[in-house]
Nanobody, 116 residues
Framework: QVRLVESGGGLVQPGGSLKLSCVASGFTFSNYYMSWVRQTPGKEYEWVSSINTDSSIIHSEDSVKGRFTISRDNAKNTLYLQMNNLKPEDTVLYIC?????????WGRGTQVTVSS
């Protein structure tokens, strides 16, 4: 079965950086688009960024362009999200998703809190 396990979240000051990781198992990781989504306090999913199988196509939501970078290592079955210049409004649960956009399978997420 599909398993996605996120890590790397935490408390960071505004302007700081974090790198999230998602280790995938139970499917052929290199065959799938992968995405990061975030869950709002109202429990809705918002799309953050997606990457295709060979990292040649990356799409990101406008508010994170220039600050967040999605990447993947197919040899390690791992998806990453480098987050720079973090803002208080980036404080939410970040979730790894299999597929493009909001995806179709999800991990449990890792909490990012941006506060001074």
């Amino acid at each position: 079965q599909v398993r996605l396990v996120e890590s790397g979240g935490g408390l960071v000051q505004p302007g700081g950086s974090l790198k999230l990781s998602c280790v995938a198992s139970g499917f052929t990781f290199s065959n799938y688009y992968m995405s990061w989504v975030r869950q709002t306090p109202g429990k809705e999913y918002e799309w953050v960024s997606s990457i295709n199988t060979d990292s040649s196509i990356i799409h990101s939501e406008d508010s994170v362009k220039g600050r967040f970078t999605i990447s993947r290592d197919n040899a390690k079955n791992t998806l990453y999200l480098q987050m720079n210049n973090l803002k208080p409004e980036d404080t939410v649960l970040y979730i790894c998703a299999q597929g493009y956009g909001l995806g179709s399978q999800w991990g449990r997420g890792t909490q990012v809190t941006v506060s001074s």
